[in-house]
């Protein structure tokens, strides 16, 4: 069938749930049998969240084909299975960078370049843009009505409404219903007040989801329909709930995905298959075992900033029926307190990706108790540098190993070998080179996307995957340096994982430790809950081991 649109719009406040509430209606879709693509369009005038602070933005989120992009695409994968690209994710800092690119060659020659027509037109382009077959194209605006930098995004899908026409394109706005605890009732104003902002810009909504922490009346969603002009069947509340894997069953449950497709005039009495969200949502309910898992980073203090990490310990947990605990450890307060103290109760360490100086000896502390203590360890990017640059200093007597991202120190002024983690200058990437240098722009300029990798044959690697190649995405500039691997494999550190021509190290792992592992990727950027990635769901296992000995021991 022709392809439909699907806009989802929030009001009265951010960080409602757009991302889930559109993951989860894409999946519910898919469970009816239909091909969904997810989009997200962000407002800001930052060309891709890849410069921006996590603290503010949360993590940054890679595509296999290197965009880096908001983390709500995260979600659209992990709910669909379905992987984005570098077409599914545009901000108002592309936009206006192919505007002015365009405008410089001279192809609005003669006229004046405004945001109506070409700012929206370059908006609908890319909605329009690079489809395959789908069904349903679901399209998330940042950001909430009302922001004077989504104006020309709810213009532009505005026009899309009438270009289209109504048989091809609908409207989700997503709004909160606070509960006022002085007056003990709900308020809906907030939500009308939100409809009128969008219908005041020329959108007229046609479900509107409404945030809650409680049952919203009967009355109620009669009151917000009737004043927001909208079928009372439209008014689906989204309500709180324990775990994220509930909410396409809750939205099935109360017609969401029925609505959709009764909108746009599609007969089908067909009923979701939901059977593989029930086993989930039954393991996570029902765990026989857990463990403790230490996260030794420097963002600690804003879930966001870890949300794909997070999701694929969840989902190692739900491969192993078991609950993972997350212990959060800020790295930078870490390097002045009892490292045993804190950390001879918990299971198994996690040091995450993460940039610059702070931090850095909190986390080598972490990764030196690991290793001494036979603790799992799993170390990611940054947590691999360090995990190589811990063993070096204390084992093979490197004392200043180091990176240049945080000392311009050489490991050895004897030899030529270099740092033993460097910027990288140049690397391959399909046909074309790839070259960076210390002046390159900070934004888009690391090695992005996925990359090969050959595994070593016998390696606790090769037991993890099943295999000898693998393929998985990265968002790093500094790499280990390859000419050391002699020093460190004839102590006991293997290099058991290269690039396929050999000079960059993808993976190390320590002979002589229950489980100590290194990756220079992010495994976490491609977990799902219906295919937990192989190395979180042996690091989860490995914890659970560490688990049931420190029982046995006690």
Same mark, same amino acid.
Request: no cysteine.
């Given at each position: 069938m022709t392809a439909r649109f699907i806009f989802i719009t929030g009001g009265v406040v951010s960080s409602l749930g757009k991302g889930l509430a559109s993951a989860s209606l894409g999946a519910l879709l898919q469970a009816r049998g239909y091909k969904v693509r997810l989009r997200k369009l962000d407002p800001y005038l930052n060309v891709d969240p890849g410069t921006m602070n996590p603290t503010q933005h949360g993590e940054v989120f890679v595509t296999d084909d290197g965009a880096e992009t908001d983390l709500d695409l995260g979600h659209y994968e992990r709910f669909t299975g379905v992987n984005a690209r570098r077409s599914d994710s545009v901000t108002t800092g592309q936009i206006y960078s192919n505007l002015l690119t365009k405008e410089r060659r001279g192809d609005y020659l003669g006229g004046t370049v405004q945001v109506i027509p070409h700012v929206t037109d370059l908006i609908k382009e890319f909605i329009l843009g690079d489809t395959e077959n789908e069904d349903f194209i679901l399209c998330e605006i940042g950001g909430t009505v009302g922001d004077i930098e989504g104006l020309p995004f709810l213009e532009a899908i505005r026009q899309l409404g009438w270009e289209l026409g109504r048989e091809r394109v609908m409207y989700i706005h997503l709004t909160l219903v606070p509960y006022i605890a002085a007056a003990k009732e709900l308020k809906t104003k907030p939500t009308q007040h939100s409809v009128k902002e969008l219908r005041m810009i020329g959108i007229q909504p046609d479900i509107l989801l409404c945030r809650a922490d409680r049952e919203i009346p009967l009355a109620e969603r009669r009151k917000i329909a009737l004043f927001c002009n909208i079928r009372e069947e439209s008014v689906i509340a989204g309500l709180d709930v324990n775990s994220i894997y509930e909410v396409p069953r809750n939205y099935s449950e109360q017609g969401f995905d029925k609505q959709v497709l009764k909108i746009f005039g599609i007969a089908d009495e067909t009923r979701p298959d939901l059977k593989k969200w029930d086993e989930i949502l039954a393991r996570v309910q029902n765990p026989r075992q857990e463990a403790t898992i230490a996260i030794v980073g420097k963002y600690t203090g804003i879930g966001d900033a870890y949300k794909s990490l997070c999701e694929a310990l969840d989902h190692a947990g739900i491969a192993n029926q078991a609950k993972v605990n997350i212990r959060w450890i800020d790295a930078a307060g870490f390097e002045n307190k009892n490292v045993e103290q804190e950390l001879k109760d918990v299971d198994a360490v996690l040091v995450p990706g993460g940039f610059g100086e702070r931090g850095v000896n909190g986390k080598i502390a972490a990764i030196n108790y690991a290793r001494t203590h036979n603790k799992p360890y799993l170390g990611i990017c940054f947590g691999m540098q360090l995990a190589v640059i811990e063993y070096a200093r204390n084992v093979l007597g490197i004392k200043n190993a180091a990176s240049t991202e945080f000392s311009e120190y050489k490991t050895s002024s004897t030899d030529d070998k270099g740092s033993l983690v460097g910027l990288m200058t140049e690397w391959q990437r399909g046909n074309v080179m790839e070259t960076r240098s210390k002046g390159s722009d900070l934004g888009g300029t690391m090695r992005l996307g996925s990359y090969e990798c050959d595994?070593?044959? $016998?390696? #606790?690697? @090769?037991?993890?995957?099943?295999?000898? =190649?693998?393929?998985?995405?990265?968002?790093?500039?500094?790499?280990?340096?390859?000419?050391?691997?002699?020093?460190?494999?004839?102590?006991?550190?293997?290099?058991?994982?290269?690039?396929?021509? $050999?000079? #960059?190290? @993808?993976?190390?792992?320590?002979?002589? =430790?229950?489980?100590?592992?290194?990756?220079?990727?992010?495994?976490?950027?491609?977990?799902?809950?219906?295919?937990?990635?192989?190395l979180f769901a042996s690091f989860v296992k490995a914890a659970l081991a560490e688990d049931e000995r420190q029982k046995k021991a006690a």
């Open positions: 595994i070593i044959a $016998g390696s #606790l690697a @090769e037991k993890i995957y099943g295999g000898k =190649h693998i393929s998985e995405r990265h968002r790093h500039r500094y790499e280990v340096n390859i000419n050391y691997r002699e020093d460190f494999e004839k102590t006991g550190m293997i290099f058991s994982g290269l690039s396929p021509k $050999g000079h #960059l190290p @993808e993976i190390v792992e320590l002979k002589n =430790h229950h489980w100590f592992v290194g990756v220079q990727f992010h495994p976490e950027l491609k977990s799902r809950p219906f295919a937990p990635h192989p």
